[in-house]
C-alpha cells in the first residue's frame, strides 16, 4: 500500500516537473519588453503586450503589471527609501506586517538570489469575500533602497502562474 502512495506521488511530481519546464520554455521564447525606472533605479523585463502603470508619490513608487486578460493576476514592484536595515531586519519588518493583518497566513518562506543581489521571500494567502488569494514576495535592498516585488493572484491560480512571475522577477536589476 504504501509503494503504491509512493509510486503515484512519484508521478504527480513527475508531470508537475514536465508542466514546469513546459511553462519555462513558452516563457523563455516569448518576446520581452524592458521597463526601466530611472528614478527609483531598477529594469524589470515583461512579455511584449503586458499593460504597466507606475504611481510616484514622496516616499514610494508602485509600477503594477498584468497581461491584459486577467487583471487578478499582478506583478507590481514597490520601491521605497528605507532606514539602515538590512536585508533580513528590512525582511522581518515586512514579514511583521502581514502577519499584523490576522487573515493573511504565511504558507513558506525563503531566500534567493536575483542577479547577484540577496532577496528573501515568502508566500502567504488570505481570504477576501470568499476567495483565497495568494500572495509571493520577494524583499531586495540595494543600499538604502528597498524593492518588494509582489506576485498576487488567485490562490487556485498559484501553482501555473508563479512559475511565470517568478521567471519574470529574475529579469529583476538595479540601475
Given at each position: 500500500?504504501?509503494?503504491?502512495?509512493?509510486?503515484?506521488?512519484?508521478?504527480?511530481?513527475l508531470l508537475l516537473m514536465c508542466l514546469l519546464i513546459g511553462l519555462s520554455l513558452q516563457i523563455l521564447s516569448q518576446e520581452v519588453e524592458?521597463?526601466?525606472?530611472?528614478?527609483?533605479?531598477?529594469?524589470?523585463?515583461?512579455?511584449?503586450?503586458?499593460?504597466?502603470?507606475?504611481?510616484?508619490?514622496?516616499?514610494?513608487?508602485?509600477?503594477?503589471?498584468?497581461?491584459?486578460?486577467?487583471?487578478?493576476?499582478?506583478?507590481?514592484?514597490?520601491?521605497?527609501?528605507?532606514?539602515?536595515?538590512?536585508?533580513?531586519?528590512?525582511?522581518?519588518?515586512?514579514?511583521?506586517?502581514?502577519?499584523?493583518?490576522?487573515?493573511?497566513?504565511?504558507?513558506?518562506?525563503?531566500?534567493?538570489?536575483?542577479?547577484?543581489?540577496?532577496?528573501?521571500?515568502?508566500?502567504?494567502?488570505?481570504?477576501?469575500?470568499?476567495?483565497?488569494?495568494?500572495?509571493?514576495?520577494?524583499?531586495?535592498?540595494?543600499?538604502?533602497?528597498?524593492?518588494?516585488?509582489?506576485?498576487?493572484?488567485?490562490?487556485?491560480?498559484?501553482?501555473?502562474?508563479?512559475?511565470?512571475?517568478?521567471?519574470?522577477?529574475?529579469?529583476?536589476?538595479?540601475?
Amino acid at each position: 500500500m504504501k509503494q503504491q502512495i509512493s509510486k503515484q506521488i512519484a508521478m504527480k511530481n513527475l508531470l508537475l516537473m514536465c508542466l514546469l519546464i513546459g511553462l519555462s520554455l513558452q516563457i523563455l521564447s516569448q518576446e520581452v519588453e524592458r521597463y526601466e525606472n530611472k528614478d527609483k533605479k531598477y529594469s524589470i523585463d515583461f512579455p511584449k503586450g503586458w499593460v504597466t502603470a507606475y504611481d510616484k508619490n514622496a516616499l514610494v513608487g508602485i509600477l503594477a503589471a498584468n497581461d491584459g486578460k486577467d487583471i487578478t493576476k499582478q506583478l507590481m514592484v514597490v520601491t521605497a527609501k528605507s532606514i539602515a536595515l538590512s536585508t533580513k531586519e528590512a525582511y522581518k519588518a515586512n514579514l511583521r506586517s502581514i502577519k499584523s493583518d490576522k487573515k493573511n497566513t504565511v504558507e513558506e518562506e525563503g531566500v534567493a538570489t536575483i542577479n547577484g543581489m540577496e532577496a528573501m521571500w515568502a508566500v502567504y494567502s488570505f481570504e477576501k469575500e470568499g476567495e483565497k488569494t495568494k500572495v509571493k514576495f520577494y524583499l531586495i535592498k540595494n543600499g538604502k533602497t528597498q524593492h518588494v516585488i509582489q506576485s498576487v493572484m488567485p490562490a487556485a491560480d498559484f501553482d501555473a502562474t508563479i512559475v511565470l512571475h517568478d521567471s519574470i522577477i529574475a529579469t529583476f536589476n538595479t540601475l
